[in-house]
């Protein structure tokens, strides 16, 4: 019994060191003075499943060790090792989350638009990202237009940093989007409980005074309000179907023409990271598993 605890624990602290290394190629990524690039972002996806990966391995290591551990003070000091280790690995989950929730409240096109089942409608907070996909509807804006769901659509559903992933059937539906010329765009959407946490969205009341974005109708009206609700998140299926080929770049954020106004896409002037904020995006990818965005 004794070579199989040494044996485990030799295991186990080469995950360990594995796991520092990765935590800390993490840290560096996140606290670069360089913006972050799509490169980035990929990376931190990466590590934020092989966060949840590695506590997945390291609970069953620790609970082989606590069964072979008879003296109590022994195992009162594993107990407490073990949880010190769960806490880092899930702090470090969540502030890479935070940073990926931050560039993409800067990178990805919010918009306010009507939606519409043919007779009801009403206005939605969009979002719109080619890396999803499938588009996705949530539960309450599907119930304010009366959807009618017949169809359901199995997929691995799970959040950034969660420790597993199932496959579910989601109801399928069509709704519509309607354009600035009253184009009604059929968008097939699965519905669920919830899309993401709000995204913080920098305010916007100095947009107008960007020379490149004067006179631009934007999707999404300028206003101070930070926290953007998603309730309708536009992805692959459809992202084209919206967006326009024409782009303007200036000194500040660039807007993309679509068939809903000028998207916003790119850093807004702010003070720093946010750091208090946890990202919940869905990532779907039939028929495996696969990060979304």
Known sequence: MAENLQELQASRAGYQAHLTQTIKKATNIATKEDPLTDSDITSLKRIVDQLARKRSILEELDEKIVGMIEDPKELEKEIFQTEDIKEEIDETAAQISNTIE??????????????????????????????????????DLANQLGVMSSQTEEIALSAYG????????????TVYIITRTGQQIPLQVLVVEEIATPLQIPPRQHINDMPHLKNLTLAHPITAQEDFRI?????????????????????????????????????????????????????????KEQNLI
């Open 102 to 139: 931050h560039f993409l409240s800067t990178k990805l096109s919010p918009t306010i638009a009507t939606v519409s089942t043919g007779q009801l409608h009403c206005d939605a907070n969009i979002l719109l990202d080619e890396g999803a996909q499938w588009s996705f509807i949530t539960t």
């Open 162 to 173: 969660a420790q597993t992933s199932a496959r579910r059937h989601l109801p399928l539906a």
């Open 231 to 287: 309730s309708l998140l536009i992805g692959a299926n459809h992202y084209w179907d919206i967006v326009e080929d024409e782009v303007t770049r200036g000194q500040g954020p660039t807007a993309v023409a679509s068939k809903l106004g000028y998207l916003l896409s790119g850093p807004l002037p702010t003070p720093s990271r946010p750091s208090n904020t946890f990202v919940n995006l869905l990532q779907s990818d039939p028929p």
